[in-house]
C-alpha cells in the first residue's frame, strides 16, 4: 500500500495537485507506521492536518474517522513528548517540503 501512495503522490505533485497531495499524505501514515517508522507517519499526519486546515478543506467524516484511527495509532506507538514533537515538525511543514519527505527526497 506505501508504494501506491507513493507513486499517487509523485504524480499528484507532477499534476500541481496540492489538495489530494496533503490528503496523500495523511494516506501514507498508516502504511508508514505499521512499517515501523511511526514518528515518520506523526510528521505526515501533522503536515496533512496542517496544510488541509490551511486550505480550507474539511475532510469528509469518513476520512476523518480513518485519520483519527490512524492518529490514535501513532500516538500508541510513540511516548507523548516524541509524538507532539513529530506532530509539530510536520505541522511546520510546506507542502512542498512534506511531499519530499514523504517520498524520501528530503536527505538530498
Same mark, same amino acid.
Do not use: H, I, R
Given at each position: 500500500a506505501g508504494a501506491l501512495?507513493? %507513486?499517487s503522490l509523485a504524480l499528484l505533485r507532477e499534476l500541481g495537485d496540492e489538495?489530494?497531495?496533503a490528503m496523500n499524505l495523511a494516506g501514507m501514515a498508516g502504511p508508514i507506521?505499521?512499517?515501523g517508522y511511526p514518528q515518520a507517519a506523526a510528521r505526515l499526519l501533522g503536515a496533512s492536518e496542517a496544510?488541509? %486546515?490551511a486550505m480550507g478543506i474539511v475532510m469528509h467524516p469518513v476520512e476523518r474517522s480513518e485519520i483519527d484511527r490512524?492518529?490514535?495509532a501513532v500516538r500508541e506507538q510513540l511516548d507523548e513528548a516524541t509524538f507532539e514533537a513529530a506532530w509539530a515538525e510536520g505541522r511546520a511543514m510546506s507542502l512542498e517540503e512534506a511531499v519530499a519527505y514523504a517520498l524520501g527526497e528530503d536527505a538530498k
Open positions: 501512495y507513493a %507513486e489538495k489530494y497531495s507506521a505499521a512499517g496544510l488541509l %486546515e490512524d492518529v490514535a
